[in-house]
């Protein structure tokens, strides 16, 4: 087990948006015919994607290849929570949902031909079931239109009714990600957000479907304590979450939460280390690691693939 750390001091390069960032950072642009190809098919079909609306810096790398991989985000591309991490544009009341929507995925996701697609929604409060009935039809239409791809839903904190509406549409992992350790939930998160409230969707989406994989996502360089990055681990493996994933956080822009620190790539390797020693089946770490990761994707995709014959072969 990893030693105990305090609090680290601020790194001053990080502080200011557009100061110079490590090399381990810097991408190239996005480039090639595949990456050409998927943009003109969201824009033909009308789709958002978080690759594109959070400006995702790993697009240039998983929109290329056979391997493919994409994050569609549904119900529109206006947020109605406002975090001080996210370069989601917010409202107090989005555009009504696009009633085509969800047979646009499936077409995409079965034009895409990936094995693996993750499914992600704005926050949709002004809506009676925080549009999960909407986002369900969704993940139905990917399982019409393209049977064999695994699908993860990466969902709002739903709780009670729209959570099980989502998991009755079926998805092979459910995410909802905690976002950042319990001190700096009020200070990064919109104040309805908390991390026992993410603990318990968490928690119920398991205990609604056992045989779904669970999946969280940790954010760092915000200010937090080694101590505190354990304790979130921690209580996220309780609450019975398989896969975990950790990124640095980088600002999207001057008005979002400024860069306190760039942890660096051997410290990401010590919180792998941790996840496995705290039991998770698969932990991403790294700077670039975002919750949508290509390399967990593919690891994800094969314990699926296992569960499910394992399923066939038990009934």
Not at 138 to 158: F, K
Request: glycine share 8%; with cysteine; proline share 7%.
């Amino acid at each position: 087990m990893i030693r105990p750390r305090g609090t680290r001091r601020p790194d001053p390069a990080a502080e200011a948006h557009g100061g110079r960032k490590p090399s381990w950072l810097k991408v190239p642009l996005p480039t090639g015919e595949e990456f050409a190809r998927l943009k003109d098919m969201t824009r033909q079909l009308g789709l958002n994607t978080v690759c594109e609306e959070a400006r995702c810096p790993n697009i240039g790398e998983c929109w290329k290849g056979e391997k493919a991989t994409m994050t569609l985000m549904v119900l529109g591309d206006e947020c109605t929570r406002r975090c001080r991490f996210c370069a989601v544009k917010t409202v107090d009341r989005a555009a009504a949902p696009d009633p085509e929507e969800p047979r646009k995925v499936g077409e995409a996701v079965a034009a895409l031909r990936t094995g693996y697609v993750v499914i992600t929604s704005v926050d949709r409060d002004d809506l009676p079931d925080g549009g999960a009935s909407h986002y369900g039809a969704c993940v139905e239409q990917i399982r019409a239109h393209s049977p064999t791809t695994v699908i993860e839903t990466l969902i709002p904190d739903y709780m009670g009714e729209p959570l099980s509406t989502l998991i009755s549409s079926g998805p092979d992992v459910l995410a909802h990600n905690v976002e950042v350790v319990d001190r700096l939930q009020r200070k990064i998160r919109d104040p309805r957000c908390s991390f026992e409230r993410s603990l318990t969707t968490l928690r119920e989406a398991k205990r609604l479907s056992p045989n779904t994989f669970t999946k969280s996502s940790l954010m760092v360089g915000l200010g937090e304590t080694h101590e505190e990055i354990v304790d979130a681990l921690v209580r996220l493996r309780d609450a019975g979450v398989e896969f975990l994933t950790i990124g640095q956080y980088l600002r999207p822009t001057t008005t979002h939460a400024p860069v306190l620190e760039y942890v660096t790539p051997e410290r990401f390797d010590e919180y792998e280390e941790l996840g496995k020693d705290l039991g998770f089946l698969y932990t991403a770490s790294g700077p670039l690691v975002r919750s949508s990761y290509r390399a967990g994707e593919f690891f994800a995709e094969r314990l699926v693939h296992e569960r499910r014959q394992e399923t066939s072969q038990g009934s």
